[in-house]
């Protein structure tokens, strides 16, 4: 037997190991498609106007919490209510078109992640408004959702 060689049984971890690893890859690798879709289909729900579309993206609980600017927005129905109030009202602004760009994502756990990046919102008079976002997001009975939003909005 040649003592360069590895007994078959010290292998055994080894590969133990890089099959968990490869698991785990994998597991983040759909966490993160699931996490992609549910923000494409939030993208497409707000250039098309549809606020409660867009809300199916935010966990439907009491618990759900909103931080912007200047006020925290606790639960899911006071947050549609904002949105509605904001930009249904006669007078309400523009919805426009949202693009989010400099997405990260980082998966904690196979539950759990946080979601940052850029925003902009155009009008259709070509005005931009927009800023930074985070989101944690929690794989729940509904699927991934946002468990937690802070949003600033920044000069652009």
């Known amino acids: 037997m040649n003592s360069t060689l590895l007994p078959r049984r010290s292998l055994f971890p080894l590969v133990v190991t890089l099959l968990l690893c490869v698991t785990a890859h994998a597991d983040d690798t759909t966490s993160q498609g699931e996490i992609q879709g549910v923000l494409d289909k939030q993208v497409a729900a707000w250039n098309r106007g549809d606020i409660a579309g867009f809300m199916a993206g935010y966990w439907n609980s009491p618990d759900l919490i909103y931080q912007g600017n200047h006020k925290v927005v606790r639960g899911w129905q006071s947050l549609l209510d904002s949105y509605r109030q904001t930009f249904s009202s006669a007078g309400g602004m523009e919805m426009g078109t ?11 756990g196979k539950d759990t992640a946080i979601v940052w990046g850029k925003y902009v919102v155009t009008t259709k008079d070509g005005k931009a408004r927009g800023g930074l976002y985070t989101l944690v997001m929690r794989k729940l009975p509904g699927g991934r959702l946002t ?10």
């Open 98 to 108: 949202l693009k989010l760009t400099a997405e990260e994502l980082n998966m904690f």
């Open 147 to 156: 468990v937690y939003d802070r949003t600033s909005s920044e000069p652009q």
